[in-house]
Structures are given as C-alpha cells and as structure tokens.
C-alpha cells in the first residue's frame, strides 16, 4: 500500500539532498569541530558554512545563529536564558495559552522558581488580544515569547505589531517560529524580534539540529547546556556536524522553494484538499483564522466521528495525519489550543490536522479526500449527518498567508 503522508507539521521527510549530505559527513568526517588539527578544521568550516547557509533563509548574521539540539532546545535557551541570565525572582515573562510545550513547560519550571508569567488569552479564531499584550507589560517583565505559527491551525500571530510592543516597552521579544520558517518567508531584519527559533526537521532536515537566532547586541543569556566553549560558549558539547551540514542543505532548498513562490503550491493543495472534502463531507467545520494562517495547514472538525478513532482508520488506509500537536500526543487530554480557543469538547474530539509538504501531488491529495469521505461515514455515530454533501454553497476562499 503507498502511503499518503499528510503530517508535515510533526516532521517532514529528509530530502534526499540533505540524506546524502547527512550521509557523506558521518562517513567522511572524523573529527572534532573543536580540534586544532586539519581533520577538526575540515569540520568546523561545515560549521561555519552551514551558519552562514541558517543566517540567509532567515536574513541574520551568522554570528546571530546558535546551533541547539533542535527547537525544543531552542525555545528552553530563549526562555530559561533570559529569565536566569538576567532576571531574579520575582521576574516577569509573558506568554499564550496556545504555545508549544516546549514554550509552556519552561515557563512552569520558572513559576516553580518564583517568576511570574502570564499567559495570554486567544480569540475564537486563535489570535493573541495585542491590547492586552500591552496592558500586561510590567517594569519586572523581562521576556514575551510569543510563537509565529501554531503547529495545530496555522494560525499566524502579528509578530511584527507584537514585537512593536514589546520594543515600546523595552521588553525583548523571542518567537517560536518552527513551524513558519521554510514555509513562508521570514526576515528578521524586517522584524522586531530579539530571538527566534528554528528546527531542521520541520523544514526537510534531520532530526536532533536546531537553531536560535540571537540578535546581535542582545544581553548574554544563562545557558542550561553546561559544558565547553561551543557556540560562543552559548551551548556547550561537541556539535552535531553531520545533522548541522544537513540543516545548511535543507536551508537552502527551503530558500528556493520560497524565492520560486512553491508556498502558493503549498496552498493550492490546502485549498484544494479543502474543496474537495467540503464537496464530500456534510458536518465539517474548519477551526482558526482563515486568512492568517501558515499555506500548509487545515484542522477540521467532523459531526459524530471521534478524532482518534478516524486518525487510526485513516492509517489503516494509508493516510497518515495527526488529532494535534505530535509533542502532546498521548495525553489524553483536549488539544489545550482549540480548548483556548473555547471550541466545546465534542468538536475538540472530532478534530484532525492536515498539513502538506513539498513532497505531496495533487494525486495524493486527490485519493487522501476519497479514503477522508469513506472512512468518515464508516465512523459516523448517532445522529450525525451521512454521505456526499452537495455543492450547494460558496465555496470557502482562504487568503494567501500574510507575511508577518
């Protein structure tokens, strides 16, 4: 059976480019970026060159760039770097209620130390309330870590007019953008932002790598990672060569899909799916903003069909997709952003997350919405509404992302 993998926002498939770079590094490359001698040369200039290959998809300076252990890491450094490198108890930090965990539980391990954090509420349609932002900000508020796009929607926050905020009131400003970075562009030279996050396998690399953009001039942050002088002595223990040359690689191709406009194919094939199930499927509801929103991304609800139960069916015919954030799967619990976002529990049960890569065709997306329509009235429960839906109602028509 050909698999339909329809999951690009838990990770993506390595490019084969970035497997035989990956690939020829473990194999060719021995020695350590921190040696003196020739074979450590050879792998700090991959360092070095990947540096400069993370800095120009996103507009920094390599110097700028910090490489981590992926965007979990890079998230922990931000938060945890400021709160403990500058602030004492009693600091105050500022976030969502619809972050990554990698965001929110850094921040309960900061409460458990005495700072204070405020997580901000979100609309019905995932926005952050910028006005409140405003009003929250304290003389004792040290960070606003705000993400760019949420992995469960798509969903885009204004990070320009938050980080306008945040700068009004002399507040630094990091964003978890892992999830938009490679997908739509992102400049920080356009953006008033201090610190930002990346990680390779969201965007075709390999998994363990990431980065964090630290703005030139930004105060010296605690670091969790304790060991050598690595990274300007911002991340301690031996890089991964082989995972970072592959990062450059996948930067790069990510830079070229850009510049060639494939994030408008991104969102034809998210149109597309959507048109199609929406033909076929009565009871379905799209959950989040409709016009600010990453072009890869769809979380819809279905009338009568438990979440879980369709993502195993879909499995079992080959589709692979996700009830939500694949860092929280498992729980048993809600999705915690639809339930911020006040969707009632019955809707939350029925959700699935749909999110397209470079890889997907239109005749995969074309089967997916097939198998999508089959598999939902076979699950159908109660009094839910059954079979084909009509096309009797205008379509729904998704602006193009905004860049943010």
């Known amino acids: 059976m050909d698999k339909i993998y329809l999951d690009h926002n838990a990770t993506t498939p390595v490019a084969p480019e970035v497997l035989h770079i990956v690939t020829s590094v473990l194999r060719d490359q021995v020695g350590n970026p921190s040696s003196v001698h ?9 360092i070095d060159e990947a540096r400069e290959q993370v800095a ?3 507009g920094a300076s390599p110097s700028e760039i910090v490489f981590t252990s992926g965007g979990t890491e890079a998230n922990n450094l931000a938060l945890l770097g400021v709160a403990l490198g500058m602030g004492k108890s009693g600091g105050h930090i500022v976030t969502s209620q619809v972050e990554h965990p990698s965001v929110l539980n850094p921040c309960k391990q900061l409460e458990s130390l005495g700072f204070v954090v405020d997580r901000l509420k979100v609309d019905k349609l995932g926005r952050i309330d910028l006005q409140a932002l405003e009003n929250c900000l304290t003389e004792a508020t040290l960070l606003v870590s705000l993400q760019h796009a949420n992995s469960e929607t798509g969903v885009l926050q204004d990070i320009v007019k938050i980080g306008e905020i945040a700068r009004k009131k002399k507040v630094l400003f990091h964003t978890d953008a892992i999830q938009s970075v490679g997908k739509i562009p992102v400049r920080v030279q356009d953006l008033p932002v201090d610190m930002l996050s990346i990680s390779a396998h969201k965007l075709n690399g390999a998994k363990g790598v990431g980065a964090l953009f630290l703005k030139k001039g ?4 605690f670091s969790p990672v304790c060991g050598g002088n690595q990274e300007k002595k911002r991340r301690g223990g031996t890089e991964n060569v082989a995972g970072i040359a592959g990062f ?12 060639s406009q494939k994030s408008s ?12 199930v929406s033909n076929l499927i009565s009871g379905m509801e799209i959950f989040g903003d409709l016009e600010n929103r990453l072009p890869n991304t769809l979380d819809l609800g279905f009338e ?5 139960t369709l993502l195993i069916s879909l499995d079992m015919a080959g589709v692979a997709v996700s009830t939500g954030s694949a860092c929280s799967s498992g729980s048993g619990l809600p999705s915690p952003v639809l339930t911020a976002m006040g969707i009632p529990f019955d809707k939350i049960n029925s959700s699935i997350r749909f999110s397209f890569g470079w890889s997907n065709t239109t005749a995969e997306i074309e089967k997916a919405a097939k198998i999508l329509a089959q598999t939902v009235s076979l699950n159908r429960t109660g009094t ?11 379509p729904l028509k998704f602006n193009r992302y905004k860049i943010y």
């Open 218 to 221: 930004s105060p010296d942050l």
């Open 38 to 46: 020739s074979m450590g040369r050879s792998a700090r200039v991959l």
């Open 304 to 308: 009568g069909v438990e979440g879980d």
């Open 265 to 276: 194919g991104l969102s034809s094939l998210r149109d597309h799916f959507y048109q199609l």
């Open 248 to 259: 450059s690689k996948a930067c790069e191709l990510a830079q070229k899909h850009i510049v």
């Open 384 to 394: 839910a509404m059954e079979g084909s839906k009509k096309i009797n109602e205008t």
């Open 56 to 58: 120009s998809l996103i």
